[in-house]
């Protein structure tokens, strides 16, 4: 099992643990070998400056690899859950979003604006759909004269 672990590390610069796990469902011999272990052997090339960790990486794992490869960590949380429940979560509903964007609109402005959509969006309570949906309303009423705009609002107050 080394003798192919060693093979496939001159072969790829970083040894990963995904790829272990698939040398061992490939491989006839299961040989358990723990995560810990295979970060002491783990040799990282010189030109490598960042790591990135994508699953849920605890606080102490975190400091355990700065230090052992003074690199920067860079760790992306994975949801857990059913795959439809994660793809489909949406906490706003579009019209109380677009709500939301077009009155901070009137209160400040254009960017205030979008710089809501887009907290909306980073905080997952929109997706990215409903996001580019909402700054083409935005645009299109920035694009509007104040006349228009005048007319927009009493239109939106009396639906």
């Known amino acids: ?17 995904p ?5 061992k469902k490939v491989s006839q011999k299961s040989l358990k070998i723990p995560g810990r272990k295979i970060l ?23 400091v355990y690899l700065k230090g052992k490869f003074q690199r920067k960590v860079i760790n992306y949380q994975v949801p857990y859950g059913n795959i439809h429940k994660i793809i489909n979560k949406t906490n706003i509903p579009y019209k109380d979003a677009l709500r ?4 901070e609109f009137d209160s400040y402005g254009y960017q205030s604006a979008c710089e809501l959509t887009q907290s909306l969006y980073t905080n997952d309570e929109i997706n990215l759909l409903q996001k580019s949906q909402i700054m083409d309303q935005l645009v299109n009423v920035q694009m509007m004269t104040s006349k228009e705009r005048k007319f927009f609002k ?3 107050k009396s639906a």
Request: hydrophobic share 50%; charged share 25%; aromatic share 4%.
């Open 100 to 103: 939301k964007a077009v009155n």
């Open 19 to 23: 790829l272990i796990l698939f040398v």
């Open 40 to 62: 002491e052997d783990l040799k990282i090339n010189k030109k490598i400056r960042r790591i990135i960790v994508l699953g849920n990486l605890s606080k102490k794992s975190l």
């Open 1 to 17: 099992m080394w003798s192919l672990l060693t093979k496939i590390s001159t072969v790829c610069p970083v040894a990963s643990r």
């Open 154 to 156: 009493k239109l939106q």
